[in-house]
T-cell receptor
């Protein structure tokens, strides 16, 4: 049970920011928001995660609403190589826990 | 670090044959996961090991599937006998103690049972 809702697909023009939304209205206080992506024929790849503060790394930014019921992954300057399925997942940080459940994700297509 | 290594990358076998998929996790990671991906069902968690011990195999579809982790650097997923509906991409992933950065996935094994 992925506990998240994402749009099935989105398009983004190359060079523009891609904003991928995710709803997680039943998130618990100790659950983190994780984002993964899967490029065609490859294994899922970790992008970023956060608890309640906004986060940024070399790949993306994560904006989490104050009530934590939704979040947005931002790819600031999308390239053709960012075309992939993006998964939003909520999970607790518990050593030894098998709690990385993937939903259907958002298929992002970056258009030249 | 070579990442999570899976073999073979592709496997084509006839129905009824035994299939063995292999995985070498990242050194130092103590958790290992087997996932299966199909168009119909997406990514499904099959089984999970922690410190080489199977913790949860509730995702294993049936008795034809079995998984072992004889040591910290090697795991196998076996299907015997294989059936056409087992055709899928099988991913292995490993994670460290805190799972802070989630899991690292291998490149997968694409299994086709004809």
């Amino acid at each position: 049970d992925a506990k998240t809702t994402q749009p099935p697909s989105m398009d983004c023009a190359e060079g523009r920011a891609a904003n991928l939304p995710c709803n997680h209205s039943t998130i618990s206080g100790n659950e983190y928001v994780y984002w993964y992506r899967q490029i065609h024929s490859q294994g899922p790849q970790y992008i970023i995660h956060g608890l309640k503060n906004n986060e940024t790394n070399e790949m993306a930014s994560l904006i989490i609403t104050e009530d934590r019921k939704s979040s947005t992954l931002i790819l600031p300057h999308a390239t053709l190589r960012d075309t992939a399925v993006y998964y939003c997942i909520v999970r607790v940080l518990e050593a030894g826990a098998n709690n990385l459940f993937f939903g259907t994700g958002t298929r992002l297509t970056v258009i030249p | 670090d070579a990442g999570v290594i899976q073999s073979p990358r592709h496997e084509v076998t006839e129905m009824g044959q035994e299939v063995t998929l292999r995985c070498k996790p990242i050194s130092g990671h103590n958790s290992l996961f087997w996932y299966r991906q199909t168009m119909m069902r997406g990514l499904e968690l099959l089984i999970y090991f922690n410190n080489n011990v199977p913790i949860d195999d509730s995702g294993m579809p049936e008795d034809r599937f079995s998984a072992k982790m004889p040591n910290a650097s090697f795991s196998t997923l076996k299907i015997q006998p294989s059936e056409p509906r087992d055709s899928a991409v099988y991913f292995c992933a490993s994670g460290g103690d805190t799972h802070y950065y989630g899991y690292t996935f291998g490149s997968g094994t694409r299994l086709t049972v004809v």
